[in-house]
């Protein structure tokens, strides 16, 4: 893997976890302090210190998988709609 790039994996039950060089921004383009290389992202929601995961998907029982997902109102294994995913 080229060291320039960040990878980001969806943790069954948990959270996003950003490994590599990245840059998190806010809304207006303020930049949030990671003061790491490795971090956790919450996904459920509930986080304290959002964006960043405290480990609350635990206590509320959160549940997703760590794999694709298709997008609301699609089928797992159907055929993506037009335009998905959307482009950059």
Same mark, same amino acid.
Do not use: N
């Given at each position: 893997?080229?060291?320039? /790039?960040?990878? =980001?994996? !969806?943790?069954? @039950? $948990?959270?996003?976890?950003?490994? *590599? ?24 929601? /509930?986080?304290? =210190?959002? !964006?960043?995961? @405290? $480990?609350?998907?635990?206590?509320? *029982? ?27």
């Amino acid at each position: 893997m080229d060291d320039d /790039r960040a990878t =980001i994996t !969806p943790y069954r @039950d $948990g959270p996003y976890v950003v490994r *590599g060089r990245f840059e998190i921004l806010d809304q207006d383009g303020e930049v949030i302090d990671a003061r790491r290389e490795t971090i956790a992202l919450c996904r459920c929601g /509930r986080s304290r =210190i959002k !964006p960043f995961c @405290d $480990g609350s998907h635990k206590a509320i *029982g959160f549940r997703a998988p760590s794999g694709e997902q298709p997008p609301p109102g699609r089928a797992a294994g159907a055929a993506p709609a037009a335009g998905w995913p959307p482009a950059e």
